[in-house]
T-cell receptor
Framework: NAGVTQTPKFQVLKTGQSMTLQCAQD?????MSWYRQDPGMGLRLIHY???????DQGEVPNGYNVSRSTTEDFPLRLLSAAPSQTSVYFC?????????????FGPGTRLTVT | QQPVQSPQAVILREGEDAVINCSSS?????VHWYRQKHGEAPVFLMI?????EQKGHDKISASFNEKKQQSSLYLTASQLSYSGTYFC??????????FGTGTSLTVIP
């Protein structure tokens, strides 16, 4: 099993550009989520999904879109990048009822917006 | 909704003990504990699902006081490998998950 994979590992964007961060898992987990990690702020939930076709907002959803067309994939789209979105982004997955089960994290994507 | 962790940072010598606390202003459904090494992803340590539950493996254990909306992580006889940032994660609904700001733990020889 590859677990949770994320691409790219590093990305530099100019303000206003858009891009998609990819996340995939091969554990047949129904629950998937995106976090951003900023110094001193811990991990903050952006969006999450409890299954294909079902997504919901987390704590800091503004400026991000998600979709879940398959169980395996959960891409995160930045619509118009801003310097405030410079961060490390982690995707995670777990069995349904995310808070009752261990979350498996991907290796992260380090994004810089200039 | 973000839980509060204390202390923010702690430095230990090998063999010493440490306690990391996590408290929430909301009723908790569960508490998770994770450790993150620099430049890596968080790694799961344990989950506590019931008030009063205690868990542990090796020399790391945790307790969950549901009434006080608090959890504590206990590291005994610390080893160099325990160094990293520890996060608690809490949920009061089952699907929305909130992490604390982290506690940096450094173990020195």
């Amino acid at each position: 099993n590859a677990g949770v994979t994320q691409t790219p590992k590093f990305q530099v964007l100019k303000t206003g550009q858009s891009m998609t961060l990819q996340c995939a898992q091969d554990m047949n987990h129904e629950y998937m989520s995106w976090y951003r990690q900023d110094p001193g702020m811990g991990l903050r939930l952006i969006h999450y999904s409890v299954g294909a076709g079902i997504t919901d907002q987390g704590e800091v959803p503004n400026g991000y879109n998600v979709s879940r067309s398959t169980t395996e994939d959960f891409p995160l789209r930045l619509l118009s990048a801003a310097p405030s979105q410079t961060s490390v982004y982690f995707c995670a997955s777990s069995y349904i009822g995310g808070s009752s089960y261990e979350q498996y994290f991907g290796p992260g994507t380090r994004l810089t917006v200039t | 909704q973000q839980p509060v962790q204390s202390p923010q940072a702690v430095i230990l010598r090998e063999g010493e003990d440490a306690v990391i606390n996590c408290s929430s202003s909301k009723a908790l459904y569960s508490v998770h504990w994770y450790r993150q090494k620099h430049g890596e992803a968080p790694v799961f340590l344990m989950i506590l699902l019931k008030g009063g539950e205690q868990k542990g493996h090796d020399k790391i254990s945790a307790s969950f006081n549901e009434k006080k909306q608090q959890s504590s992580l206990y590291l005994t006889a610390s080893q160099l490998s325990y160094s990293g940032t520890y996060f608690c994660g809490t949920s009061n609904t089952g699907n929305q998950f909130y992490f604390g700001t982290g506690t940096s733990l450094t173990v020195i020889p």
